[in-house]
């Protein structure tokens, strides 16, 4: 996915997610706020405390808050999950990531709750330990009764709240990621004739039936343009292997990993990489990367398909990487084997 994809406002409907938001904070009582992946808030805070609004504008204390956020967002990232823990004056917060594409964009930042007094905190991290002056300074006791009236839950009732979080946010993204994905797809297959359509097109499609689609369509597209042939015949010799190479034949555009190909043939992934050996010669990486620049190269001799393109096409993650491999097999870059190839 590309970057303009990756900014929360492009993902999110942030003034649905705002009303959203709030209804939440409401039901679970927590306070919630949603941050970019630089910690800016891009909604304002629904139910904030009025303890935490008033450690948090005093400058004083306000760092330590700020260190609580910068540690815990850290953290959901790390764990790709959300991610429970404890703040400067043993309250409960919660940090719960939002992820696309394995790219961090931003975070749902909830919490102000107490847990009660005679409940374990189990194993709950405290960001910040000590007894710093500025946490048992007059200050806290001025704003004793404001802590007092924070709202009072239970881990599991805390932990509940937060999947759920997690579970919705996971599902919002998902159904709201910028439709052009699909046309997009179809706007690069323009030259083979397909007419181009507009995100408005898909308005009802969930993000799961785009990408199956677009993956399908590349697919398609691949397998009318470069001949299927292997680098060792046809078909395996051992029929074990015959779904791998079906599949890895009929599937040129994927990022295909060797478990999901020893699911298919019904055996182990050890078994698997000593069957691939045997029949190849070869690792299973190996031959699936030796396959797509052979892939490649018909690309590049065939059509006028750019050489990043091609390389985002056959599932390389970067187009150096595919430049990087294409010289590893061939001796020279994609563009010098295409410049070679029309000139003999």
């Not at 005093?58 to 703040?87: F, H, I, Q, T, W």
């Not at 004793?144 to 009732?157: A, N, R």
Request: glycine share 4%; charged share 25%; with cysteine.
């Amino acid at each position: 996915m590309k970057n303009e994809y990756l900014s929360i406002s492009k993902v999110i409907d942030l003034g649905k997610w705002q009303s959203l938001q709030d209804s939440l904070a409401l039901v679970t009582k927590m306070a919630i706020i949603t941050i970019d992946f630089k910690g800016t808030p891009v909604t304002a805070h629904s139910s904030c405390r009025d303890f935490c609004k008033s450690v948090r504008n005093d400058s004083d204390l306000s760092r330590y808050c700020e260190k609580c956020d910068s540690r815990g967002g850290l953290e959901a990232v790390r764990l790709n999950k959300p991610y429970m823990y404890l703040c400067h004056y043993n309250i409960v917060d919660v940090a719960i990531p939002i992820i696309v594409d394995d790219k961090y964009i931003g975070a749902i930042m909830a919490g102000q709750i107490k847990l009660p007094e005679n409940e374990e905190t189990g194993n709950l991290e405290q960001i910040i330990t000590g007894n710093s002056k500025s946490l048992n300074s007059d200050k806290f006791n001025l704003l004793k009764d404001q802590y007092d009236s924070l709202p009072i839950l239970s881990y599991d009732e805390i932990s509940t709240a937060c999947d759920m979080l997690f579970s919705l946010s996971t599902y919002i993204v998902e159904e709201a990621m910028d439709k052009n994905l699909i046309a997009e797809m179809y706007n690069k297959a323009l030259s083979y004739g397909i007419k181009s359509i507009d995100s408005d097109t898909l308005s009802g499609y969930s993000l799961k039936n785009i990408q199956d689609v677009k993956t399908e369509m590349s697919n398609t597209l691949l397998n009318s343009l470069v001949k299927g042939s292997s680098l060792h015949g046809d078909l395996p010799t051992n029929p074990i292997l015959k779904p791998a190479f079906e599949y890895i034949l009929n599937h040129k555009s994927e990022k295909i990993s060797q478990k999901k190909i020893a699911v298919l043939c019904h055996i182990s992934t050890s078994y698997l990489s000593r069957l691939f050996s045997k029949e190849t010669g070869e690792s299973f990486s190996s031959y699936l990367s030796r396959m797509k620049i052979e892939w490649a190269k018909q690309l590049l001799e065939s059509t006028d398909m750019p050489v990043s393109q091609i390389g985002d096409e056959l599932g390389f993650n970067e187009a150096g990487y595919f430049i990087k491999t294409f010289k590893k097999q061939e001796g020279i870059t994609p563009s010098c084997y295409r410049k070679y190839y029309k000139k003999s």
